[in-house]
C-alpha cells in the first residue's frame, strides 16, 4: 500500500539514468565525506564527471576547492536530508517503510516530522528528480558485497555499488580515514565521527576493503586525500 501510494506521488521513472549515446563514456564521481578531503584540491577534477553523486549533509559551499561544487545526484535517507539546488535528483535510500510514507508526507501533508530523530515536515524538490534506491538493490549490497558485515550497508557504500552499475568509470574521493587515522567529515571536527567502528551499525573496516580491491583490480580509481 505504501509502495502504491509512493508512485501516485512521484514518477518513479529511473529511466533517464539509463538513457545515452552508446558511443560515449560515463564518468562518475563518487564524492564520500571525509576528512582525507581537506586540502586535497580535488574540485576541478570532480566536477569533469558527467554524474556527481554526494550523500547525506555534505556541503559544497566554503570547499569548492577540495570537494568541487557540481552535484547531479544526491543520496539520502529521511534523517539526513539537505536542500539541493533545483537541478539535482535526490535519491532516497529507504532503509524502512517509514522512510517511503515520510516521501509522501514530506511532498503534501507534512504529517510525520520525526521518525527516530526530528525529519523535515514539508521538502522542496520536484517531484520528477526523485529517485528511490530499491530495497532489493540494498539487501544484494548487504548480502554479496558486505557478506552481512554490520547491521547494514553505509550510504557511502551503497553509493560507490550503485554507481559501478550506472557508469563506464568511477572515480571515488573522500572515503575512509584521513592520514592520522581519524574518522571525521571534511567541514567539521567531530570527536564522534568514527562512533559507527565501535556501534558496527557499518563495518567500515569491510566496506573500506571493498573498495581498495576494486581499486586493485581496476574496476574504480580511488582518490586517498591527505
Given at each position: 500500500d505504501t509502495i502504491k501510494e509512493l508512485f501516485e506521488i512521484i514518477p518513479g521513472d529511473g529511466e533517464q539514468l539509463l538513457e545515452r549515446d552508446a558511443s560515449q563514456c560515463r564518468r562518475c564521481a563518487v564524492v564520500g565525506n571525509s576528512g582525507n578531503l581537506r586540502q586535497s584540491q580535488y574540485g576541478q577534477d570532480i566536477d569533469a564527471h558527467d554524474f556527481v553523486l554526494r550523500m547525506n549533509r555534505a556541503p559544497t559551499a566554503g570547499?569548492?576547492?577540495?570537494?568541487?561544487?557540481?552535484?547531479?545526484?544526491?543520496?539520502?535517507y529521511p534523517e539526513s536530508f539537505r536542500d539541493l539546488a533545483e537541478n539535482v535528483s535526490m535519491i532516497v535510500i529507504p532503509f524502512k517503510?517509514?522512510?517511503?510514507?515520510?516521501?509522501?508526507?514530506?511532498?503534501?501533508?507534512?504529517?510525520?516530522?520525526?521518525?527516530?530523530?526530528?525529519?523535515?515536515?514539508?521538502?522542496?524538490?520536484?517531484?520528477?528528480?526523485?529517485?528511490?534506491?530499491?530495497?532489493?538493490?540494498?539487501?544484494?549490497?548487504?548480502?554479496?558485497?558486505?557478506?552481512?558485515?554490520?547491521?547494514?550497508?553505509?550510504?557511502?557504500?551503497?553509493?560507490?555499488?550503485?554507481?559501478?552499475?550506472?557508469?563506464?568509470?568511477?572515480?571515488?574521493?573522500?572515503?575512509?580515514?584521513?592520514?592520522?587515522?581519524?574518522?571525521?567529515?571534511?567541514?567539521?571536527n567531530n570527536a564522534s565521527g568514527g562512533a559507527f567502528r565501535k556501534t558496527m551499525v557499518h563495518d567500515g573496516d569491510f566496506e573500506s576493503n571493498i573498495t581498495l580491491t576494486l581499486a586493485s583490480i581496476d574496476k574504480i580509481r580511488f582518490f586517498k586525500g591527505r
Open positions: 570547499f569548492e576547492s577540495d570537494v568541487g561544487s557540481k552535484t547531479t545526484h544526491h543520496l539520502v517503510t517509514l522512510d517511503l510514507r515520510w516521501i509522501v508526507s514530506a511532498l503534501t501533508t507534512g504529517t510525520i516530522n520525526f521518525t527516530y530523530v526530528p525529519v523535515p515536515r514539508k521538502i522542496k524538490v520536484k517531484r520528477d528528480k526523485i529517485l528511490v534506491y530499491h530495497p532489493v538493490f540494498i539487501k544484494y549490497v548487504y548480502d554479496h558485497w558486505l557478506q552481512n558485515h554490520g547491521r547494514y550497508p553505509s550510504t557511502g557504500i551503497l553509493s560507490v555499488i550503485f554507481a559501478l552499475h550506472l557508469c563506464d568509470e568511477v572515480d571515488v574521493y573522500g572515503f575512509g580515514a584521513d592520514s592520522n587515522g581519524n574518522w571525521h567529515h571534511y567541514w567539521e
